[in-house]
C-alpha cells in the first residue's frame, strides 16, 4: 500500500478542492442542484480516488483510480468553462484555476504512465 498523504497530486488536490468549494459559493442560488452540485462532487472526487487507489494492492488497480481522478478533473475543468460560457464567473479566477487544473492533470497522467510503464 502506497501513503496517499505523502503524493503531490493528493496535496494539490485538496488545495484544488478547497478553491472550487469557495468558488462555487459565489454561482446562482438556482445552480444549487446543478452546476454547484457536480462541481464540488468533482473536485473532492480528485483526492478521495487517489487516496483509495493508494489503498489497491495491484498497480493495475491503483492506475485505475488514478484514471477516474484524471477523469473528474476534465470534468471539472468543462464546468469551469461552462461558468465562463454563462458568465457565471469573473473569468479571471476562473481561468486561473482552470490552469491548476490543467497542471494537476498532468501530474495524475504522468504518474498513471509511471506507474504503467515501470510496474507490470
Given amino acids: 500500500m502506497r501513503n496517499f498523504r505523502e503524493l503531490e ?22 445552480e444549487k442542484y446543478g452546476l454547484v452540485s457536480q462541481m464540488n462532487r468533482c473536485s473532492v472526487s480528485i483526492p478521495a480516488n487517489i487516496a483509495e487507489g493508494c489503498s489497491k494492492y495491484s498497480q493495475k488497480d491503483f492506475v485505475r483510480f488514478l484514471q477516474i481522478s484524471l477523469g473528474s478533473a476534465f470534468e471539472l475543468e468543462t464546468h ?31 504518474l498513471i504512465k509511471y506507474n504503467k510503464s515501470n510496474h507490470h
Fill in 80 to 110: 469551469l468553462i461552462l461558468c465562463q460560457d454563462l458568465n457565471f464567473l469573473p473569468s479571471e479566477e476562473t481561468s486561473s484555476i482552470i490552469k491548476n487544473i490543467q497542471r494537476l492533470q498532468k501530474k495524475i497522467a504522468s
Fill in 9 to 30: 497530486v493528493w496535496k494539490d488536490s485538496r488545495i484544488l478542492a478547497k478553491e472550487i468549494y469557495t468558488m462555487t459559493k459565489c454561482l446562482p442560488d438556482s
